[in-house]
C-alpha cells in the first residue's frame, strides 16, 4: 500500500476528484488544507483510497475534557 500526502495528493488529482474517492466534499477538503492537518492519502493496487491522520495523543481537546471530567461526581 502506498502513501502520500493529502496535498501532494491533491496537487495531482484536484480537491474535487479527491473529494468523491473519499466521500467526502471539496469544501471538508479544502479545510483540512487550509488548517494544515497532517492527512495521509493511502492506497491500494485496486487504486481505493484511504485517509489517515496524524494527531498527538492525547489531542489538545481530550486533555480539557478530560480535566473538566476530573472534578465530576458522577
Known sequence: MKKTSLFNYVKNHGQYKTAQKLGLTQ?????ALKDGRKIYIKFNRTG?????????????????LQRENKYDDN
Open 48 to 64: 481505493k483510497l484511504r485517509a489517515i491522520e496524524i494527531r498527538p495523543f492525547p489531542s489538545s481537546s481530550n486533555c480539557k
Open 27 to 31: 469544501g471538508a477538503i479544502s479545510k
